[in-house]
């Protein structure tokens, strides 16, 4: 079979053409998460030839992202593979000439710059405020664009940032939400049709960047609601000379600095706690599995070890990084992690 005529359609398109089509196969992106924004970002930018993608995301595959993260399939979550590798694995079989790197591992202090060092721009797919604001501090510290979506229920946000140029996201939100105060798809769910409506947005502007046509940017922060059929435009012209932002005017780059406590603990969702050790460790999950079956139920691969007894579920990554599941109480967590993992 030839696939000389893969990009035939997009290159027919004026916006693209055969130059465009070379600029999208010498570009590489960095897409933060692989849930469902992630999933379908990667699977746009994949199909449309854009020549070296990075993914990164910290989680496995279960039987509830099936719904909306296209990425995946019911083997991925019987098989519990991390998603970056499931990603992975899908976009060879869909577009073998792009280059395609996973990394299974939590955006940080400590790896986002060198993750961001290469690549032409950043596509956010996470789900939280402050890894968003760690994309932010980075590009706006090596002056790289990335574009923000977000979306919940039937509720979704875009924005693009261009150090120097537009608003950076503090500019807009200056603070996270505190903890809880704000609906997430494990509280109030969502639907798949915003997230192809914010990938879509997300995409197109992704591509118009790395085709050089800044000119035709929305430079807007798009609210869209399929639900209540609402698309709303805020106007951010002239916001970025108002304020006195800490992140792109005082060059104050927060989420950059080391943390200094020796384990972090993080509430992720779906009443589970995520402890990451604040040093760079490797474990043997085979070596810890010897030792943990014969306290609960052990089952691992080499990706990650399950554990379970009558009082505690936790899932343990090579990298010392756990999840404590059905709990949301930070103090619990970090005593089962010192009690079975070991500080
Ligand atoms: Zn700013």
């Not at 995409?203 to 709303?232: C, M, N, Y």
């Not at 060059?251 to 040093?279: H, M, W």
């Not at 943990?292 to 505690?312: A, D, Q, Y």
Request: overall charge neutral.
């Amino acid at each position: 079979m030839s696939l000389s005529e893969r990009y035939s359609r997009q290159e027919l398109f004026e916006g693209i053409g055969k130059e465009g089509q070379q600029k999208l196969s010498s570009s590489t992106v960095l897409i933060v998460g692989c849930g469902a924004l992630g999933s379908l970002q990667i699977e746009t930018l994949a199909r449309a030839g854009v020549g070296k993608l990075k993914i990164v995301d910290r989680d496995f595959v279960e039987a509830s992202n099936l719904q909306r993260q296209v990425m995946y399939d019911e083997q991925d979550a019987t098989l519990q593979l991390p998603k970056a590798i499931a990603a992975a694995e899908r976009v060879k079989k869909i577009n073998s000439s792009i280059e395609i790197e996973p990394f299974v591992t939590d955006l940080s202090y400590k790896n986002v710059e060198t993750l961001a060092e290469s690549v032409d721009l950043v596509l956010d797919a996470t789900d939280n405020f402050e890894t968003r604001y760690l994309i932010n501090d980075t590009c706006v510290k090596h002056f790289k664009p990335w574009i923000y979506g977000a979306a919940v229920a039937s509720q979704g946000l875009s924005m693009t940032i261009i150090p120097e140029k537009t608003p950076c996201l503090r500019c807009v939100f200056e603070t996270a939400p505190p903890p809880g105060s704000s609906p997430t798809c494990d509280t109030s769910g969502v639907i798949f049709p915003i997230i192809a409506m914010v990938v879509a947005l997300q995409t197109t502007e992704a591509i118009k960047l790395l085709l050089g046509r800044t000119d035709l940017l929305h430079q807007k922060l798009v609210q869209i609601d399929p639900w209540q059929t609402s698309f709303t435009k805020l106007n951010l012209a002239g916001l970025r000379e108002r304020t006195d932002c800490r992140c792109c005017k005082q060059k104050r780059f927060d989420y950059l600095e080391p943390e200094q406590k020796q384990l972090s603990s993080t509430l992720c969702g779906r009443n589970s706690v995520q402890i990451s050790p604040a040093e760079h460790t490797k474990l043997s999950l085979a070596e810890l599995a010897d030792r943990l079956k014969s306290i609960g139920e052990v089952s691992f691969n080499r990706f990650l070890l399950r554990f379970k007894t009558t009082n505690c579920e936790m899932t343990i990554f090579p990298d010392a990084r756990t999840i404590i599941h059905n709990t949301k109480d930070e103090n619990l967590a970090r005593s089962l992690y010192a009690r079975y993992v070991g500080v």
